[in-house]
């Protein structure tokens, strides 16, 4: 028996159109889900590539630290606390006007995230600020080690004042562990003078 045109829509049709709808909407959640997953992830590698690239820039301006003032130029020197630190350089690779040092200060902002500060001049002569993360979480802390003048021998410590020199070692470290920060150690003004820490150079001693 054929079904009139005039009929309506059975209850059987109307529960497998549900019914495939509902297929439809799970696919449909499903791959959202997972392209969500995906971006998140992407976009946390991104975020972790550029810190371990400020990271590295970092090393870089400190390893060309300036051990002397430059004439017409105040004296910064490096100079900083067990939070904080700022390093007066003149890398070659600067984005700054090369006729000027640049001052790099490493601090922890209100939300807890370390940042590497740039400052100099750019080509016109004008002052000019790059900010950097270096570490999206993590309290800084900031060890530097050497003879300080006046003291007896070198060793740790939790300050230091552009009036002791240049130290033979910075560290930066963070005081959470799981923070994904790994302590960075470098040498002061190593490319300077083209200086190369021997694989046999005993390390100095660590703080009690």
Same mark, same amino acid.
């Given at each position: 028996?054929?079904?009139?045109?005039?009929?309506?829509?059975?209850?059987?049709?109307?529960?497998?159109?549900?019914?495939?709808?509902?297929?439809?909407?799970?696919?449909?959640?499903?791959?959202?889900?997972?392209?969500?997953?995906?971006?998140?992830?992407?976009?946390?590698?991104?975020?972790?590539?550029?810190?371990?690239?400020?990271? =590295?820039?970092?090393?870089?301006?400190?390893?060309?630290?300036?051990?002397?003032?430059?004439?017409?130029?105040?004296?910064?020197?490096?100079?900083?606390?067990?939070?904080?630190?700022?390093?007066?350089?003149?890398?070659?690779?600067?984005?700054?006007?090369?006729?000027?040092?640049?001052?790099?200060?490493?601090?922890?902002?209100?939300?807890?995230?370390?940042?590497?500060?740039?400052?100099?001049?750019?080509?016109?002569?004008?002052?000019?600020?790059?900010?950097?993360?270096?570490?999206?979480?993590?309290? =800084?802390?900031?060890?530097?080690?050497?003879?300080?003048?006046?003291?007896?021998?070198?060793?740790?410590?939790?300050?230091?004042?552009?009036?002791?020199?240049?130290?033979?070692?910075?560290?930066?470290?963070?005081?959470?562990?799981?923070?994904?920060?790994?302590?960075?150690?470098?040498?002061?003004?190593?490319?300077?003078?083209?200086?190369?820490?021997?694989?046999?150079? =005993? =390390?100095?001693?660590?703080?009690?």
């Amino acid at each position: 028996m054929k079904r009139s045109p005039n009929a309506g829509i059975t209850l059987l049709e109307t529960l497998v159109s549900l019914a495939v709808m509902a297929i439809i909407a799970l696919m449909l959640a499903q791959g959202m889900g997972a392209m969500l997953r995906l971006s998140s992830r992407s976009s946390s590698g991104s975020e972790d590539v550029d810190e371990m690239a400020a990271r =590295l820039q970092l090393r870089r301006v400190v390893e060309w630290a300036a051990d002397a003032p430059f004439p017409g130029f105040p004296v910064v020197g490096l100079h900083g606390d067990s939070h904080s630190v700022a390093v007066e350089s003149w890398y070659p690779d600067s984005p700054f006007w090369a006729g000027a040092p640049v001052v790099v200060s490493v601090s922890v902002d209100q939300t807890g995230a370390v940042h590497a500060k740039s400052s100099g001049l750019d080509l016109q002569q004008k002052p000019f600020t790059l900010d950097q993360v270096i570490s999206g979480s993590g309290a =800084l802390v900031v060890r530097y080690f050497g003879q300080r003048k006046g003291g007896s021998k070198r060793e740790w410590h939790d300050e230091w004042s552009a009036e002791d020199g240049l130290p033979e070692l910075l560290e930066l470290a963070s005081a959470e562990p799981t923070s994904g920060f790994p302590p960075t150690v470098i040498r002061p003004a190593k490319q300077r003078h083209k200086g190369e820490m021997s694989l046999s150079t =005993l =390390l100095p001693p660590a703080l009690p």
